[in-house]
């Protein structure tokens, strides 16, 4: 894309964000605004954040994961014993423009604060508030890890053998996902507030942060009952192969959906006798045939490496790809080169982290920078900083109660989970998002099936996939092929404020609808490609699915035990992350288009957003420090593992995160000489009898339900979770109590649960207003009300099949060619 970067500051360079207590969400949120030019002013005791000491630490001890979430922030060290602390922290806050607390995950030893106090006297400040749990329900006031918190997600049962305990991933995912939806919570306020409105107040869950990984996994159990069992390493529903084979050199990602793509991956192995089966055509039905169809695979894939299956998949367009391991990444040139790898300063040495996922054209990211030492200011250019927190009260009148994104319009060409989560998540915010559909190519997440009978029997309307994904929109059918559909296309563009689209690099350029072209028609569009690799990488056309996407990431290398292959964690990991970093990505560009008029392209790698899981070991590998691989174990908490309770494949994630933790734990499994025992107040202590513990604790929980040793263990303030399966979701009492699943009532459906965002500005979520469109419901609205076609005209249009409502069987779309 030809235009010219912008040299100013960053987006945000005229806001101060201050940032308080200990937690990993609400320090990504800070360094998505610091990515961008904000002041970010982190408070610190004087004995530092705990995430100084997370594990990986560099040879001279730096934090690897601090480095990752705190460059170019300032630190300013408050002591709460000082006379003077409360004062100093109050004036801090009311010369920012938001507010980020963690303290409810970790005080950390911050003054206590009158927050409401403040906000009444700066009615412009952004506040937003996370805990792990919310502010009420069961689980408000657990004690928690990244691990439990993941188990109670559902996240963690499906992964692994199917005999044994389920495999834990390495820490910090559940961060990295609040600090995405708190930016979003953050970024759509000052959008807001830009517009008249006021600062707005903010709650963030972590937990159901984290449920965005499985939300479709539990309204798909809803749908079609307990499906989803654990298959076993590398083994995820609802299709096979989704998973990791060893090749002659390297591990192969493969995903294969489509009966287009099974048929020519069977032909690319010369496996006629599978590609003639019938019963094989369809993933699902594929996974009543795994160990079978693996019996033909495996041998073939080892006869060529890695790197040459993928250049045969990309002839064929077949969704695989090489696994990486760490020095891969590093190694790559084009991952520093569009700023997924950048140089960071810790300490007094140079490392490098993950960079900004959000690839803006025209404002883009800084490219790395320092880790302040406790107490180190640094100075931003930062001349356009004014607060809004004295604007009057009537200036807030205009958007009190109307949604954030109130006005926006959106033009929605995404398909499946990653594009339609992002503009979901715009039309939640308030967004009029119009999705874009064609009969003879409609979302495939109303099925890839094409036959009569499910054509016929209007299956494409009845897969709650489809209607969580595409709430709160309005659907047209636009055939982009034929030149009247073009240019209605093109019109609606001409009037919106966004385009999204997760085609492969090439589609829309091809239509005539580029961001070249687009931007003759509308100056101010912010346009955002969600492709695999990036519209200029080496592998622009490679095909990917969210699951190629965590295959393709380095994090597999990172998971399991140190005997073992790569471990994915999820049937399609990147497509929730993709879509959560383009949310985040076109607010920032939006508020520079508001500001300024100027629109601009969003080139988003959705590879590349997954790097910041595997960010720590980045750091590490490039200093030559290998870490291995912990299996259920942590590198600073001991104990930590996933124990079978009573009954059938149930599975507690218990953690012990400090002396005291230790200490409890020891005494509720009847362990008091371990519980008086100083010398196990050490984590390296406990370590050197971790096998000990784990007999001990394995022992006290077979013997109990499950969630009666939960909630034991919680009782005394020790961190556990249950590992439920996405379907428990639906009848978990914490999320009742939040009302977090709201029903709703769609044609062909009826009524149906549908996630809420994690994002509250009161004590309930966010009401979802309509369920998902069917296909092209709103042709007429939409031509007719915002294009003023007559009735005539939008008849032809039927009759020439650029509209319609029903989708072409294989057979129709034929004949339609």
Not at 691 to 696: A, P, S
Request: glycine fraction near 10%.
């Amino acid at each position: 894309m030809d235009e010219k970067i912008v040299s100013s500051p960053g987006v945000f360079s005229h806001l101060r964000v201050v940032e308080i207590g200990s937690s990993a969400g609400i320090s990504y949120c800070a360094r998505l605004f610091a990515d961008f030019g904000a002041d970010v002013r982190k408070v610190e005791p004087p004995s530092g954040d705990p995430l100084r000491q997370g594990a990986p630490l560099t040879p001279s001890g730096q934090s690897a994961w601090f480095g990752f979430m705190n460059f170019n922030k300032s630190s300013v060290i408050i002591d709460s014993n000082d006379s003077d602390a409360v004062i100093r922290l109050t004036t801090l806050i009311e010369d920012c423009n938001i507010l980020l607390d963690g303290r409810d995950v970790d005080f950390s030893g911050c003054p206590s604060i009158d927050v409401a106090a403040i906000r009444k006297r700066r009615p412009g400040l952004i506040y937003l508030e996370a805990s792990w749990f919310g502010g009420e329900g069961p689980y408000a006031g657990f004690a928690a890890t990244d691990s439990t918190v993941r188990a109670l997600a559902g996240v963690i049962k499906l992964v692994g053998p199917v005999d044994g305990p389920p495999l834990l991933a390495p820490d910090f995912q559940t961060g990295i996902l609040a600090g995405l939806w708190g930016f979003i919570a953050a970024a759509s306020s000052e959008l807001a507030r830009i517009e008249g409105g006021t600062g707005r107040s903010w709650s963030l869950s972590i937990f159901e942060s984290t449920l965005a990984l499985t939300e479709y996994l539990t309204c798909e159990a809803f749908a079609r009952g307990d499906v989803m069992p654990r298959l076993g390493i590398n083994r995820f529903w609802p299709s096979f192969p989704i998973g990791i084979y060893e090749t002659k050199k390297g591990w192969l990602g493969v995903t294969l959906h489509t009966p287009d793509q099974w048929r020519a991956f069977c032909d690319m192995l010369c496996l006629s006798e599978l590609l003639d089966d019938p019963a094989l055509v369809l993933g699902e039905d594929r996974l009543q045939h795994m160990d079978q169809i693996d019996a033909h695979i495996v041998p073939r894939l080892k006869t060529r490496t890695a790197p040459e299956w993928f250049e045969e998949g990309l002839k064929r367009k077949i969704p695989i790809v090489p696994v990486p391991e760490i020095t891969d990444l590093l190694q790559d040139a084009e991952k520093r080169a569009r700023g997924a790898i950048v140089p960071v300063v810790l300490g007094r040495e140079e490392r490098l982290t993950a960079g900004s996922m959000q690839r803006l054209t025209v404002t883009p990211p800084r490219q790395g920078g320092k880790v302040p030492a406790p107490g180190e200011q640094q100075a931003f250019a930062n001349t356009q900083r004014h607060l809004t927190g004295t604007s009057s009260a009537s200036s807030g009148v205009v958007n009190a109660k109307r949604p954030p994104l109130n006005g926006i319009r959106v033009i929605d060409f995404s398909m499946g989970w990653a594009g339609p989560l992002c503009t979901r998540t715009l039309a939640d915010l308030g967004a009029d998002v119009i999705k874009i559909e064609a009969i003879q190519y409609p979302d495939w997440f109303r099925g890839v099936d094409r036959r009569a009978a499910y054509v016929d029997g209007q299956m494409y309307e009845k897969t709650v996939r489809f209607c969580i994904l595409n709430r709160n929109k309005r659907g047209i059918t636009l055939d982009l092929k034929r030149p009247q559909g073009l240019a209605l296309a093109k019109r609606l563009v001409a009037g919106a404020d966004i385009v999204v689209d997760n085609y492969s690099v090439d589609v829309l350029p091809k239509l005539g609808l580029g961001y070249d072209v687009l931007r003759t028609l509308n100056p101010r569009l912010v346009m955002m490609s969600m492709s695999a690799f990036g519209t200029n990488s080496v592998h622009r056309d490679c095909r990917a699915y969210g699951s190629t996407l965590e295959q393709g990431s380095g994090l597999p290398g990172l998971i399991g035990n140190p005997d073992g292959p790569p471990v994915m964690t999820h049937t399609a990991f990147g497509d929730p992350v993709g879509g959560l970093n383009g949310c985040a990505a076109v607010l920032v560009a939006l508020l520079h288009a508001r500001k300024t008029g100027q629109g601009q392209f969003i080139d988003l790698a959705q590879i590349e957003c997954m790097m910041p899981f595997a960010a720590p070991w980045i750091t590490a590998h490039a200093v030559g420090v290998t870490t291995p691989r912990y299996g259920n174990r942590h590198p600073q908490f001991v104990p930590h593992g996933c124990f079978r309770c009573a009954g059938e494949n149930s599975w507690l994630v218990i953690a012990a995160t400090d002396a005291g933790m230790w200490h409890r734990l020891a005494l509720l499994i009847r362990r008091p000489d371990w519980a008086e025992d100083a010398s196990l107040k050490s984590e390296e202590a406990r370590r050197a009898i971790e096998d000990l513990i784990e007999t001990e604790i394995a022992a006290w929980t077979l013997s109990r339900d499950v969630d009666e040793a939960m909630y034991q263990l919680q009782g005394v303030k020790v961190a556990a979770g249950v590992a439920r399966l996405p379907i428990d979701l639906l009848n978990d009492e914490h999320l009742r109590s939040r009302a977090f699943l709201q029903e709703v009532e769609r044609a062909f459906i009826g009524v149906h649960p549908q996630p809420s965002m994690p994002i509250r500005e009161g004590t309930r979520p966010y009401a979802i207003c309509r369920g998902a469109p069917t296909l092209g419901e709103h042709n007429r609205e939409i031509l007719t009300g915002l294009l003023g076609l007559s009735d005539c005209e939008i008849a032809l249009l039927v009759r020439e099949g650029v509209i319609g409502t029903k989708m072409l069987s294989e057979g129709e779309l034929a004949k339609a060619r």
